[in-house]
DNA sequence: GTTAATGCAAACGTTTTGCACGGAA
DNA sequence: TTCCGTGCAAAACGTTTGCATTAAC
């Protein structure tokens, strides 16, 4: 686990224990798994990695500790209305992300100036922006040279 | 109808008729439904318009038309993983939006340069861009009022 | 007359919920 | 000992599908 994993983890359960909820072997599982990927892992992701270390762990447990996080503001979630969604625990913050459409990777680019562009369309729009998506989608270049292989 | 609305209508229907799509009166209200929308309507709305000129209309036809026009670019989705989606028939390329989380209005700001931000993340990624998408949430003037006059 | 679209109901995939049991504090 | 978390199954939700009927061309 790097350096960077092991303090959101601390952070995690910092607030978890100060908001008095039970740190639990399959919860502690969880967010350990979420730390540790930096690769926006799904709930069925998530799943399939706890129940390696607690072979009896249920969706719902896992479900209910990644909303616990959400309702935190300790996670961010990737809502995908198509597909499973995605969550980011590492960087737990509105921030652009590329999404490769063919084998479903997800990359944090580096990006700046996101949070001036909200304010401009708050001072535009009258709205009070509270927060913000930025998503872009293409393929990786792993994904192309196997597509360019193949001659699709 | 306003001007822009009646050509993204006639653009629409010529190339159904060019692919050999039948026009039903059904399809046809779905179609003035969407250009005729500036807020983005879900497929809810959208039946719930059409049901008055149609009322024996069924909420798989305007799922079928909707996905047809989507399929044939000329409807853009906006994909919501927690609600239904919405739809854009006027402007149906990626462009920014301004969601208030309140009430569900969905704007269209003026903002520039968000093609030169998918170039710039395509070099710096590797990826090949296909498209992109951005949302802000926040709250709408109306409903800060409406918020503001109750004191919450 | 052909063939595609409609409308109904059933299926779908993901997420949420209710509840009895088990375990963290 | 308390009561929160777990695990199971059922429900919820928007969306998609299969199929017989209807209607556009």
């Known amino acids: 686990m790097d350096r960077h994993a092991q303090e959101r983890l601390q952070q995690m359960l910092e607030k978890l224990k100060r908001r008095r909820f039970r740190i639990t072997p399959q919860r502690l599982a969880v967010l350990e798994i979420l730390v540790e990927s930096d690769f926006h892992p799904s709930v069925e992701t998530i799943f399939a990695q706890v129940r390696k270390r607690f072979p ?66 708050g001072r535009k729009t009258g709205f009070t922006i509270v927060t913000h998506r930025l998503d872009f989608y293409g393929v990786c270049p792993e994904c192309r040279e196997k597509t360019d292989a193949r001659g699709d």
């Open 56 to 121: 009896t762990t249920s969706l719902a447990t896992v479900y209910k500790t990644v909303g616990l996080l959400k309702e935190m503001h300790e996670v961010l979630e990737l809502g995908f209305h198509d597909a499973g969604n995605r969550y980011d625990a590492r960087k737990p913050f509105p921030h652009p992300h590329v999404i490769c459409t063919s084998c479903g990777r997800i990359r944090d680019p580096e990006l700046s100036g996101l949070q001036e562009l909200a304010e401009e369309m």
